[in-house]
């Protein structure tokens, strides 16, 4: 049975400064989103146990800190893989005209996102994902890792807001970092997650 695994980051931690400083993004991954891999394979271990034993008496904490963990892992792994130091601009093509036709514009678009993102109460994320029900784009507001998202959303495009991937720069200013992050967007790999999930593809690869 495989355990979850830190992936490597397509960069240097260097490679995003200024918008992102080489400090920061090796904390970022090396601390926080191993902590988070961690905490996942660690967890599973004693969901075994508590199953083993034919306790559960604890499941309910256990499920919330896996969900949790997991979570955390997943929108990390996806939040390097958005990011690119030749990032920046807008999408094309078909992901373009979705955005237009689902937000009213690109700008609109973005509006929104940002204040997703900038305004999350505590720590979370904002998030472009795809709602494949009503087969539309919407834009999330995660707190933590793990909810007030749809539960059937693929996420596409996520923005961290959690405190450790900016305080150390943008201090208390969240919206300047938010604003950076967009010069940093690779959007061939937002349209790749777009073109995956709207045909019921999986948009991260295994664990």
């Known amino acids: 049975m495989g355990q979850y695994q830190l992936p490597d980051l397509p960069y240097d931690y260097a490679a995003l400064e200024p918008a992102i400083t080489g400090e920061i993004l090796e904390l970022h991954h090396s601390k926080h989103h191993a902590a988070y891999v961690k905490g996942a394979n660690d967890t599973l271990e004693r969901i075994a146990e508590v199953r083993d034993k034919e306790d559960f008496s604890g499941i309910v904490g256990l499920e ?65 994902a795809w709602e494949p029900l009503s087969r539309r784009l919407v834009v ?29 720069q943008y201090r208390n200013v969240r919206p300047d970092y938010v604003q950076k992050l967009w010069s940093l967007v690779d959007w061939t790999d937002v349209t790749r997650r777009f073109d995956l999930a709207r045909n019921g593809l999986p948009t991260l690869p295994a664990a």
């Open 64 to 128: 919330k800190t896996f969900a949790f963990n997991l979570s955390g892992h997943v929108l990390h792994t996806i939040f390097w893989e958005n990011l690119s130091p030749d990032g920046g601009d807008r999408p094309e093509g078909e992901l373009a005209a979705a955005i237009d036709e689902h937000f009213g514009s690109f700008d609109a678009f973005a509006k929104q996102l940002s204040a997703a993102t900038s305004t999350v109460q505590g720590s979370g994320w904002g998030v472009l």
């Open 140 to 168: 999330e507001q995660v707190y933590d890792h793990h909810s007030n998202i749809g539960m059937n959303t693929s996420p596409l495009l996520v923005f961290d807001a959690w405190e450790h991937a900016y305080y150390l």
